[in-house]
């Protein structure tokens, strides 16, 4: 498959469908994959085939990327929506996290005037108070919760760990709903035999959950280029309209993108 793996710690500015004009940071290594799942999904590509590079930057290292990179974007008068922790892996397991989030504050204040900061996290480490309470401090706290069950997140995340939807969920209770969840809607054969978060099932066990948290927002979505797992099926928009449509109706802010 065509992985798409970042060179460097910044990227972009690019288009993205969710969060519109994005300047990309990647806290995980340059040309290696870094990640507490390993989604059959990801546009990564598999955890084992990004091991070539395993040395994550230094602090000082992204602070003086990231003051280089708002300084040139600015010069060139270009309009960014969002500054978007994203990249080659999770974010979250750089240990310098939390300093970083407040060093990007910082400069977007300088620079970047407007900019909104999203993390695109898996929420494995929202356990973490630090990582929670820095993840608090942005604008768009991006946090996955791709299926309601244990046996069915094993199959689509393939988490490292320990890995609970009921501990995250309690740990996602703790944003008050200034979150957007976002969860990946596919189908198909995977690693591990097959799966579907589009099921009835798991649709009204995810729309429990969704209710009892009340993110700010929810984006449902599905892949968009070639996935590391060759038979999945995309959801498609009236698949996931019709799981967030009763969402919908109960005031919840659902952005669906297939
Ligand atoms: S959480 Fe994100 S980076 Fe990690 S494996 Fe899943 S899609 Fe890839």
């Known amino acids: 498959m065509s992985t798409i793996l970042w060179d460097d710690i910044t990227f972009g500015p690019i288009h993205s469908r969710r969060v519109g004009t994005s300047l990309g940071i990647n806290l995980m290594p340059a040309n290696g994959k870094i990640c507490s799942f390993d989604c059959v999904y990801c546009e990564c590509g598999w955890n084992k085939d990004g091991r070539k590079n395993l040395v994550i930057p230094s602090y000082a290292q992204v602070a003086a990327a990231l003051e280089k990179k708002f300084k040139e974007v600015h010069g060139h008068g270009i309009k960014v929506d969002s500054?978007?922790?994203?990249?080659?892996?999770e974010p979250t397991l750089h240990p310098d996290f939390p300093k970083i989030i407040d060093c990007t504050i910082a400069l977007r204040d300088k620079h970047l005037h407007g900019?909104?900061?999203?993390?695109?996290?898996?929420?494995?480490?929202?356990?973490?108070?630090?990582?929670?309470?820095?993840?608090?401090?942005?604008?768009?706290?991006?946090?996955k919760l791709d299926a309601a069950f244990n046996d069915l997140a094993k199959r689509i995340n393939q988490?490292?760990?320990?890995y609970d939807v009921a501990e995250i969920v309690e740990n996602m209770k703790l944003f008050d709903g200034n979150f957007i969840m976002q969860t990946m809607f596919l189908k198909g054969v995977v690693p591990a035999g097959s799966v579907d978060n589009t099921t009835a099932e798991n649709a009204e066990a995810w729309r429990e959950i969704v209710l009892a948290l009340r993110p700010r927002k929810v984006m449902a979505y599905s892949f968009e280029r070639e996935t590391p797992s060759p038979g999945l099926v995309k959801a498609t928009v009236e698949e996931m309209t019709a799981i967030a449509a009763p969402l919908m109706e109960q005031g919840i802010d659902v952005q669906i993108n297939a």
């Open 115 to 143: 900019a909104e900061i999203s993390v695109f996290s898996n929420a494995t480490r929202i356990g973490d108070a630090a990582v929670r309470e820095a993840l608090m401090k942005v604008e768009n706290p991006i946090l």
């Open 159 to 162: 988490p490292q760990g320990p």
């Open 83 to 89: 500054i978007s922790f994203t990249g080659n892996g």
